[in-house]
C-alpha cells in the first residue's frame, strides 16, 4: 500500500466552481501534512500547511482528518491559473521522511 | 530572503557516463537538505537528506550517492549512469526543526 495516495484526475472544472482534492495516508505517526502545487515541467512550491483545526488562505481551505486518515484542499471560485498539479504530502516526526503523493491534476477552463 | 539554486537546468549524458547535480542554498544556516528524484508520471522518490555536513541518509538503494561537503551544498553523484536513471531531479531544503521544504528549479536528466 502506498504511504500517500491521491485521485491522479484529471479535474476539469470551469472557471469560478468550487473543487475539492482528497489525500489518505498509510501511518497514523504521520505529524505534518502540506499541500504543493506543481505546474509542468517546474518544481513543487508549497501552497499551505495543514494544521489540525484546519486553515484557510483566501480561496483555499486545507483539513485534516486524523481518524479517517486524510487531507483534503478546497479551492473557491477557481481561476485559470490554479490550473496546476497539486500534491500532497505527509511527514513523520521520528525521521525526515516525507512522502508525496503523486498529485492530482487540475485544469480550469475558461 | 533563502535562495536555492541547482544546476545544470537540463542533462543529457549516455549510460555508463559519470554524473555530479549540485545544489546550493543561500541566506540560511545549517538547513536540512534533500535530493528528489521525479519520473515522467510519477510522484516524487526521497533519494537522501542530510541534517549537517558530512551526514548523509539514503532512503532507496541505488546507484547514486550524495554528499554534502559544505554547510549549504549538496551534491548528487552517480559513476556510471542508467537508463532509469532519467528523471527530474529536484533538491529541497527546510530549516532545521521545521518541516516546510522548500525546492530548487531542478535538473532534468536524460540518460541515453
Known amino acids: 500500500r502506498k504511504e500517500v495516495e491521491q485521485d491522479p484526475g484529471p479535474f476539469n472544472v470551469p472557471e469560478g466552481a468550487t473543487v475539492a482534492f482528497n489525500c489518505t495516508y498509510s501511518n497514523s505517526a504521520s505529524q505534518s501534512f502540506f499541500w504543493y502545487r506543481q505546474d509542468c515541467r517546474k518544481e513543487p512550491k508549497l501552497l499551505m500547511s495543514v494544521y489540525s483545526s484546519g486553515n484557510e488562505d483566501g480561496r483555499f481551505t486545507a483539513q485534516l482528518n486524523r481518524a479517517s486518515q486524510y487531507i483534503s484542499l478546497l479551492i473557491r471560485d477557481s481561476k485559470l491559473s490554479d490550473s496546476a498539479t497539486y500534491l500532497c504530502?505527509?511527514?513523520?516526526?521520528?525521521?525526515?521522511?516525507?512522502?508525496f503523493g503523486t498529485g492530482t491534476s487540475l485544469t480550469v477552463i475558461p | 530572503s533563502q535562495t536555492i539554486h541547482q544546476w545544470p537546468a537540463t542533462l543529457v549524458q549516455p549510460v555508463g557516463s559519470p554524473l555530479s547535480l549540485e545544489c546550493t542554498v543561500e541566506?540560511?544556516?545549517?538547513?536540512?537538505l534533500y535530493w528528489y528524484r521525479q519520473a515522467a508520471g510519477r510522484g516524487l522518490q526521497l533519494l537522501f537528506y542530510s541534517v549537517g555536513i558530512g551526514q548523509i541518509s539514503s532512503e532507496v538503494p541505488q546507484n547514486l550517492s550524495a554528499s554534502r561537503p559544505q554547510d549549504r551544498q549538496f551534491i548528487l553523484s552517480s559513476k556510471k549512469l542508467l537508463l532509469s536513471d532519467s528523471g527530474f531531479y529536484l533538491c529541497?531544503?527546510?530549516?532545521?526543526?521545521?518541516?516546510?521544504?522548500?525546492f530548487g528549479p531542478g535538473t532534468r536528466l536524460t540518460v541515453l
Open positions: 541566506g540560511t544556516s545549517n538547513p536540512n
Open positions: 529541497a531544503w527546510s530549516v532545521q526543526g521545521y518541516n516546510e521544504q522548500f
Open positions: 504530502v505527509v511527514n513523520y516526526r521520528t525521521g525526515n521522511q516525507f512522502y
